[in-house]
Each structure stands twice: as structure tokens, then as C-alpha cells.
């Protein structure tokens, strides 16, 4: 999985070299480090290369990380069109969780990619997850109503504001 081309850092999924990572990342996931269900992490499958997001967390050149965002207007099955766009999956490597890359990527989708959107996290959110995005909304209050935990397509009636179900847990 290693690249001459990436530094440190989330890079967008974009060549057929870089695809061949993401499935090796996805397989390695499913097999050596697979998702564990008490802490509501999940399995995830290739998605389609249309209207998706891909990006890879690139460290010392290596592909070990990377997150899956189903843009608005999305129609799957069909489904309705996704409402908004909706951060489908993430994994990073054990060996370089907690080290704020979660939280790049958050920065990321909000400042870069979708900076004037509301944006969604698809249910169920990984504790782990859940505890870097309250951290992020504690920081930057600008974005507590722009990020939301939804369902199927993020329609209304299938969001929760983020910051709100966080303040309700907290009581």
C-alpha cells in the first residue's frame, strides 16, 4: 500500500492505483482488524465510483486510513436522492488511531468539501467517532447546526442534530 506520490495526510481517491488501495484497505479492514460491534463500528464494502467521495489517510507514503462520503442528489436503488452529503464510512488503522486524523477529516468536509452544507453521519456512529465529532463541536460552535447523525437518505424525519443529541446524553 505505499505510494511516492502522497504525503502525510487525507488525499483524494483518484487514480486506479489509488482504488487498488482502498480495496486492499477495506480487505485488510474485514480481515485483520474487523469492525467491533460493541463499540458500533461496522463492515464496509466498496461503493459505487459516482457521486461518492473517497479519500485515503496517506502516513510515511503509506495508505492506512480511509473515509466515504455519498454526496447530495445520490439515488440508489431507486431510492430517493441522498438529502445531503452523508460521511458513509472511516477507518483508520489501530497503529495511527488517536492522533487527529478523525478530526482532519471532520475540518476537512466542513472548510473544504462542503463548507456551506449541512452534512451528514450515517447511523450508527462509532463511539469512537461520536467522541471526536463532540469534541470538534465543542470547539468550533460555528458548525453545531450543520452536522447531523441521519438514516437512509438524510430526508427530514431522519436526522438528529449532532450537538443537540449530544446535550440531551449529557443531562
Known amino acids: ?29 474485514t ?8 463499540q458500533l463500528e461496522t463492515l464496509y464494502s466498496c461503493p459505487p465510483t459516482k457521486q461518492t467521495l473517497v479519500k485515503l489517510l496517506f502516513i510515511n507514503r503509506k495508505a492506512v486510513g480511509f473515509y466515504v462520503v455519498r454526496l447530495k442528489g445520490l439515488q440508489e436503488e431507486g431510492g430517493p436522492p441522498f438529502e445531503l452529503p452523508i460521511l458513509d464510512a472511516v477507518f483508520i488503522c489501530k497503529a495511527h488511531r488517536r492522533q487527529g486524523w478523525g478530526t482532519a477529516m471532520i475540518e476537512e468536509l466542513v472548510a473544504i468539501h462542503f463548507p456551506d452544507e449541512d452534512i451528514g ?12 465529532l463532540k469534541k470538534f463541536l465543542l470547539t ?5 447546526d450543520k452536522l447531523w447523525a441521519v438514516e437512509n437518505c438524510g430526508e427530514e424525519g431522519d436526522r438528529l442534530n449532532l450537538w443537540l443529541a449530544s446535550a440531551v446524553k449529557r443531562r
Open 121 to 132: 453521519f450515517s447511523q450508527p456512529i462509532s463511539h469512537s467517532l461520536e467522541i471526536v
Open 140 to 144: 468550533n460552535p460555528r458548525h453545531r
Open 31 to 38: 480481515n485483520n482488524e474487523p469492525p467491533d460491534l460493541s
Open 1 to 29: 500500500m505505499h505510494s511516492q506520490q502522497h504525503s502525510d495526510g487525507w488525499a483524494l481517491c483518484r487514480t486506479e492505483e489509488d482504488w487498488s488501495k482502498f480495496k486492499s484497505l477495506i480487505e485488510f479492514h
